[in-house]
T-cell receptor, first 117, second 113 residues
Framework: DTAVSQTPKYLVTQMGNDKSIKCEQN?????MYWYKQDSKKFLKIMFS???????INETVPNRFSPKSPDKAHLNLHINSLELGDSAVYFC????????????????FGPGTRLTVL | QKEVEQNSGPLSVPEGAIASLNCTYS??????FFWYRQYSGKSPELIMF????GDKEDGRFTAQLNKASQYVSLLIRDSQPSDSATYLC?????????????FGKGTKLSVKP
C-alpha cells in the first residue's frame, strides 16, 4: 500500500487553465504539506494543514488554493496557470506539527510534474 | 530569514570511500534535523534524523550534530554507486505554534565505481 499518493503524476496544460492535484495519505498522520520543487531542485514549502486546519501559508500567489476535506486528503487547486508554475509538486505528511521528535518526520508522495505551455 | 546552506556539489568519491556531506543552519532555535536522499526524478526519502548533539549511527550512515556551531553533517561509509543521489538537509524551525521544515538546496553525490 502506498503511504502518500498523488494524482496525477504528470500534468501538461496551457497557460490560463485551472487544474487540481490530489493527495491522500494512509499513515493516519495529522499534518499534510504541499511543497514546490523548481528546476534548480530547491524544495520549498507552500502550505501545511493540521487536522483540516491551515497552519502554514507561505508567500504563495492566491491563485493557489489548498483544500482539505478530511485529515487524510489535501488537494491543491491552481487557477490561471502561468509558465512559472511549471515545477514538481510534492505532497507530504507527518504525525505531528510541533513535537520536535521523530513524530515530525515528513514522508513524501511521488510528486506531480506540472508543465505549463 | 531562516536558511539552510549546503554545498551544491557535485561531490565525487570513489567506491568504498567515505562521503562527507555538510549543512549549516541559521535558526539557533532549531530542534530537529533530517537528511533526505533524492534520486533523479524521485521523491525525497528519509535517511536519518537527529535531535541531540553528537553522533548517531545507522548502518553505513552517521549523522553528526553540533548545535553550538549550527552545523549538521552526514557521513556515508563504504560508499556505493547506488548512493549516487542528491542529499537534502532539512531543519525544523518552530515559529509560534507551528513547525516548518526548511530544506537546503541539496548536495549532489556521485560515487564512481
Amino acid at each position: 500500500d502506498t503511504a502518500v499518493s498523488q494524482t496525477p503524476k504528470y500534468l501538461v496544460t496551457q497557460m490560463g487553465n485551472d487544474k487540481s492535484i490530489k493527495c491522500e495519505q494512509n499513515l493516519g498522520h495529522d499534518t499534510m504539506y504541499w511543497y514546490k520543487q523548481d528546476s534548480k531542485k530547491f524544495l520549498k514549502i507552500m502550505f501545511s494543514y493540521n487536522n483540516k486546519e491551515l497552519i502554514i501559508n507561505e508567500t504563495v500567489p492566491n491563485r493557489f488554493s489548498p483544500k482539505s476535506p478530511d485529515k487524510a486528503h489535501l488537494n491543491l487547486h491552481i487557477n490561471s496557470l502561468e509558465l512559472g508554475d511549471s515545477a514538481v509538486y510534492f505532497c507530504a505528511s507527518s504525525q505531528a506539527k510541533t513535537s520536535g521528535s521523530f513524530a515530525d518526520t515528513q514522508y513524501f508522495g511521488p510528486g506531480t510534474r506540472l508543465t505549463v505551455l | 530569514q531562516k536558511e539552510v546552506e549546503q554545498n551544491s556539489g557535485p561531490l565525487s568519491v570513489p567506491e568504498g570511500a567515505i562521503a562527507s556531506l555538510n549543512c549549516t543552519y541559521s535558526d539557533r532555535g532549531s530542534q530537529s534535523f533530517f537528511w533526505y536522499r533524492q534520486y533523479s526524478g524521485k521523491s525525497p526519502e528519509l535517511i536519518m534524523f537527529i535531535y541531540s548533539n553528537g553522533d548517531k549511527e545507522d548502518g553505513r550512515f552517521t549523522a553528526q550534530l553540533n548545535k553550538a556551531s549550527q552545523y549538521v553533517s552526514l557521513l556515508i561509509r563504504d560508499s556505493q554507486p547506488s548512493d549516487s543521489a542528491t542529499y537534502l538537509c532539512a531543519v525544523n524551525s518552530y515559529g509560534g505554534s507551528q513547525g516548518n521544515l526548511i530544506f537546503g538546496k541539496g548536495t549532489k553525490l556521485s560515487v564512481k565505481p
